[in-house]
């Protein structure tokens, strides 16, 4: 996930993040998760 941080720099957050596919919250076709990790 690429995202804004406090200094508005752009920033990748590592974490578990559920990724949901579909028209509409109700209307959900497919999900999946992925794990990002910090780079060394």
């Known amino acids: 996930m690429k995202l804004l ?3 508005m720099n ?3 957050e590592p974490g578990e993040f559920e990724v ?3 028209s509409s919250s109700t ?3 497919a999900k999946t998760s992925l ?3 910090q780079a060394n």
Request: net charge negative; glycine share 14%.
């Open 35 to 37: 794990i990002l990790e």
């Open 20 to 22: 949901l596919v579909g």
């Open 5 to 7: 941080d406090k200094n």
């Open 27 to 29: 209307g959900l076709q």
């Open 10 to 12: 752009w920033a990748i």
